[in-house]
């Protein structure tokens, strides 16, 4: 069984979510999004997860210094049960009530000012809140000649967790579950303001276990949360454009850019 599957809801809510999500695109085709987060880094030991995110159990995963949406990542989150543990996930949300699991090639980044209201993320703020340990993520800024990539890490050197929620999916009763997640995104603080005007929502260590329990669901509880973080808690410097290319690997990617 899957760690926190959603519960059933009737085929006239289903169809009204699908409608809702699809109504402002043109005729046969998706609305387009502008994407906040769209890359972040994954260099760590699992077993940092274990120490660090007092989790139960986590997979292995290697580390990666270019994630891209669709690819498994390790997540955190709270079981029904209340055990805190770790999985891979795919990046890119795919709701309950999606027909295919194509939707989430556009369900990367959700809002958070507008997630409690959006048929794609509703259920899930509410009852399906995880975390995305990073060791720091990309943003870019616009520029002369092009996009120019930042990285953005936190200033201490520990792992960011970054707000998330996640989702279990499947096309049919006997097929197998897919688990999948996005990454919530705020307003950004003075750090980060200069390069986008979004990033994501960072949850400090002492709100974790607030932020995961699956008992608190109302807005007025999960909304203080949501706000940027100080812009004294992270460190940022350009990097080489070598990131843009989703296949680009490596420990140099993170380095600061040589003036």
Known sequence: MPPAAPQRRSARERERDRTAVLR????????????MCGRYVVAYDPQALVTGFSVLRVPPFPSRWNVAPQSPVPVVYET?????????MRWGLVPSWAKDAAIGHRLVNA???SAFDKPSFRQAVRRRRCLLP???FYEWQAAAGGRQPWYFSARDGSLLALAGLFEAWRPAPDAQWLLSCCILTTAANALMAPVHDRMPVLVERT???HWLARDVQEPAAIGPLLAPPPP????????SRAVNRS???????VAPLLS
């Open 24 to 35: 402002t695109a043109p005729h046969g085709a998706a609305p387009k999004m502008r994407r």
């Open 80 to 88: 029904r049960e209340g055990e805190r543990v770790a999985d891979l």
């Open 111 to 113: 809002r958070s000012e």
């Open 134 to 136: 990073a060791s720091g």
């Open 207 to 209: 709100a974790w276990a």
């Open 232 to 239: 004294d808690a992270l460190q940022a410097w350009p990097v």
């Open 247 to 253: 296949s680009a690997e490596g420990e140099a990617l």
